[in-house]
């Protein structure tokens, strides 16, 4: 038995929620907050056998990686009422953070 | 020293709290929410010398093991305003996940 | 690679949120709620390397660490609404309850 801390975005907490439910996996979440980023962020806690490790950090991987996208930047209005054309900027979104931690019990009472 | 990690329903943790000051435990908590099941749960930092881990482990299990209980349901009230008779149905509350970790360091600053 | 697990009083999270941030530790915070004490506590996740975990003890403990203060108490005010004279009384704050826990695997995806 193994315990996974993986920490992710809240975008992407749900996504991996299901994942985790489709294959079976218990996960619990905690509602966090980043150090560099501010921006809120969520980590699970999964409690796994050592045989399904590499699946579980497969999923968490192909759900979260860190990845570009573009977005729509927030529309200029200047005091005329026009508003300045705005192109899409690329940010960076997704990153897990993932901890496997040795267990030296577990129960299931 | 051990870090124990226990995942109880959030109508258990209040009890377990209790039991924890009782017996001079020191216990963290945070509120999460489940994995399989969508509803709050409460989860249980504690750190715990060795020689307590299976005592710690006893009131977890007493205060916060599944068991069945007799629940009311919803009353149902037709068009007319009759309500139906509604039996009680039994539900199935509490249950825990509990982790035991290895802990390398331990300090009280 | 360590996990730190560090509880501290909510007073004190500010402060060692930014000490982490200047040295460019990765921390997570979690609002957590306390066993003894029923007020607010936060606790940070921390991913560190091995040579820099006596570094950020460090600064847990010169952050967090329990101290006296002089507090103005509440101020009485009697039914001719006078008040009584307050003197400040001294109360303990801060205190930081830290777990050193070996990671057998950590990723960054
Ligand atoms: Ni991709
Ligand atoms: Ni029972
Ligand atoms: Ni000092």
Known sequence: M????????DKDANTLSNEFINVN????K???TGGFLK???TTFIIGVDDERV????????ETSHAREQFMAPPVNV??????AMSYPIEVQVG???????????????
């Open 78 to 83: 200047d005091v005329t009422g026009d508003s």
């Open 2 to 9: 193994k315990l996974i801390l993986a920490i992710v975005q």
């Open 25 to 28: 996996v218990q996960a619990t």
């Open 54 to 61: 590499d699946e579980v950090l497969k999923i968490i991987k």
């Open 39 to 41: 921006s809120g962020n």
């Open 95 to 109: 990153g897990a953070t993932v901890f496997v931690l040795p267990v030296e019990q577990f129960h299931r009472f």
């Open 30 to 32: 905690l509602s966090t």
